[in-house]
Nanobody
Framework: QVQLVESGGGLVQAGGSLRLSCASS????????LGWFRQAPGKEREFVAA????????YYWDSVKGRFTISRDNAKNTMYLQMDSLKPVDTGVYYC?????????????????WGQGTQVTVSS
């Protein structure tokens, strides 16, 4: 069974930073591209960032470019999302997910396993 566990969410003021983690205990971890999505109340779940299996290539949604950094440590089976210069519009539940072999990177349908999510709240 594939398990992904997010942590690191919380309440932060605008302009602050948070670092999210996504951990798995299984050996498949280093073979798959992974992504972060977020969902604000009443809105669709949207793509935030993704990273290839080796960690050499990262992809970002325009609204977070220059503020968020995705990374991974395959030796620790953990992926990270460093979020800086946070804005109230970044508020939502953040999910990590495993991308399917042929899935679309920027669409939630391209991901086959999801974590339970971690809440991020940015106050103004």
């Amino acid at each position: 069974q594939v398990q992904l566990v997010e942590s690191g969410g919380g309440l932060v003021q605008a302009g602050g930073s948070l670092r999210l983690s996504c951990a798995s205990s299984e050996g498949w971890f280093r073979a798959y591209e992974l992504g972060w999505f977020r969902q604000a109340p009443g809105k669709e779940r949207e793509f935030v960032a993704a990273i290839d299996s080796s960690g050499d290539s990262a992809y970002y949604w325009d609204s977070v470019k220059g503020r968020f950094t995705i990374s991974r440590d395959n030796a620790k089976n953990t992926m990270y999302l460093q979020m800086d210069s946070l804005k109230p519009v970044d508020t939502g539940v953040y999910y990590c997910a495993r991308k399917g072999a042929y899935g679309l990177r920027y669409d939630r349908s391209g991901y086959d396993y999801w974590g339970q999510g971690t809440q991020v709240t940015v106050s103004s």
